[in-house]
């Protein structure tokens, strides 16, 4: 029997399941229908996981060096079984809070596959959900007034660089690694792939990072990704830049060999195993979007800034609609969605606002513009620039590399962009957001007196510097 809903969500991701709770709030009768567990890619092979491992490998790696801070350790070692279970515990903990939310919020999950289906008896427009029950019970059909496609993405890969789970991995696999191998090559420098740098040499695998463009993180400042190739260099991870990879002469045996044309050589490259972080493909097969009008295009479900595609009652949101590709912009493209569905007037996001960080060691955030894409915009931009060496607590952590970047526009004094590299900068990066939605000038931000002793100073500091006022340097 056909079920009715105001609005069904396909894919229960960060975007799906915080869309869910939204509708719900604003009185909705909502479902959710999830192939996978709730949480998706963020919580269960992404953001989270990632983070406990990043996490474990930094206390192993500080630890080692403690005697720096006066700590003798002796007999460190690593147990990577424990740490696999550490990281399981605590995704289990967020998607029980995550199901306990959707029981909360009245919210229905259907555990199965959904498919869009055009026109039929249940409805003159397309949109009812057909969904193939995970346990091989007969499909449900819920009639929904609205829908929210929300099901994210998938690691891509090259041809030639088949994932056999084995030799050849992405994330997906990485993740799930009962042991570490001794090397490994990855291919793609961009935020993925160098968090795996900085994890694995932290654990103590020999680490190899193949980027194709002219530099790592090629989507931050250009200064920025100059630091962080420096200091990843100096912790004894190779990074070749401008290394085109040639999958057609990977070999396989005890482990990987592949070459890269790198400066008009051919160099080879091996080691136990290869993992490849070359971005991430949407998932819109076999979701019926051939049953609708909606529109594809570069692989991605094209939107209005209200997520309606060209179906105005279905929406798309995530990672499925390209863009910046991380948890944050998918749960409030979401919440957008929803407010505009129930009539509400929300505000189109700005995606200059978003902030985006990288947790590599030192970590790195951003907002806004960086130098070179606000001089392309014609810009006339003044720079303020502090490193985190002239901070007291920098020092104290015993992490005082990097710094802190402002991108000012000279004539109206906004502040276009921040960019940061250096400790805790991802937990930094928000005061730049609120700068930014608040149109503060970097004199307002300056004029907030900052604590001492705080990371926090090099952002006012920065602030200073772009007059050329920086206090301590
Ligand atoms: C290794 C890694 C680290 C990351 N780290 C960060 C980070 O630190 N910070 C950050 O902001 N972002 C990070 N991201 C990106 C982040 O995970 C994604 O941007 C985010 O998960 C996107 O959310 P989403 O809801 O669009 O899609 P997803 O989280 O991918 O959710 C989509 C869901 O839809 C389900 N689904 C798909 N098709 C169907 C169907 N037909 N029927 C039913 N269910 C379906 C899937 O099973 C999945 O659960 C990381 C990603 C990776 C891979």
């Known amino acids: 029997m056909a079920k009715e809903y105001d609005l069904v969500i396909l894919g229960g991701g960060t975007g799906g399941y915080v869309a869910a709770i939204r509708a719900s709030q604003l009185g909705l009768k909502t479902a959710v229908v999830e192939k996978g567990k709730l949480g998706g890619t963020c919580l269960h092979a992404g953001c989270i996981p990632s983070k406990a491992l990043l996490r474990s490998a930094e206390v192993y790696a500080q630890t080692k060096n403690s005697e720096a801070f006066g700590v003798i350790a002796s007999d460190v070692r690593l147990d990577f079984a424990k740490v696999q279970a550490r990281k399981s515990a605590i995704v289990e903990q967020l998607y029980k809070g995550v199901r306990h939310l959707m029981k909360k919020g009245k919210i229905d ?99 190899t990072v193949l980027e194709y463009a002219d530099r790592i993180l090629p989507s931050e400042d250009r200064d920025v990704s100059k630091e962080v190739e420096k200091l990843l260099k100096r912790r004894g991870i190779t990074v070749m830049t401008e290394a085109k990879v ?35 493909q949407a998932n819109i097969e076999g979701i019926g979007l051939e ?14 800034e209200f997520y309606q595609t060209k179906e105005p009652h279905i929406y798309a949101i995530g990672d499925v609609i390209g863009g910046l590709q991380l948890a944050h912009v998918a749960s409030h493209e979401g919440i957008v969605a929803v407010e505009h569905i129930v009539g509400q007037n929300p505000f189109p996001i700005d995606y200059t606002m978003v902030s985006k960080c990288v947790y590599s060691r030192p970590e790195v955030a951003s907002v806004g513009l960086t130098e070179e894409e606000a001089k392309a915009k014609g810009y006339e931009v003044k720079v303020g620039k502090f490193p985190f060496k002239a901070i007291g607590k920098a020092l104290v952590f015993g992490e005082a590399e990097g710094f802190v970047k402002i991108v000012a526009d000279q004539k109206t004094n906004d502040l276009l962009g921040v960019h940061m590299v250096g400790p805790h ?25 900052h604590p001492h002793p705080t990371l926090s100073e090099a952002m006012a500091e920065a602030a200073l510097a772009v007059d050329g006022n920086a206090i301590h340097f």
């Open 109 to 207: 999950v259907y555990a199965g596959f959904g498919r869009i289906l055009g026109p039929s008896i249940f409805s003159p427009m397309p949109g009812t959900i057909s969904v193939e029950m995970n346990d091989g019970t007969e499909n449900e059909m819920l009639v929904p007034k609205n829908v929210i496609i929300a099901t994210g993405s998938r690691p891509r890969t090259l041809p030639g660089l088949e994932i056999d789970g084995e030799f050849v991995i992405t994330s997906d696999e990485a993740l799930q690694m009962e042991t570490l191998p001794s090397s490994i090559i990855i291919v793609g420098g961009g935020a993925i792939g160098i968090e795996w740098a900085s994890m694995l040499n932290d654990f103590g695998v020999e680490v």
């Open 246 to 280: 040639l999958p057609e002469t990977l070999e396989k045996g005890s482990g990987v060999t592949i070459r890269a044309e790198h400066q008009g050589e051919q160099k080879t490259f091996t080691a136990e195993k290869m993992l490849v972080c070359i971005g991430r």
């Open 291 to 304: 049953n609708t009008d909606i529109v594809i295009e570069n692989g991605v479900i094209q939107t209005n």
């Open 425 to 449: 900068v991802t937990d930094m990066i928000s005061e730049a957001g609120l700068a930014r939605v608040l149109d503060a000038t970097p004199w307002e931000v300056a004029h907030a007196i």
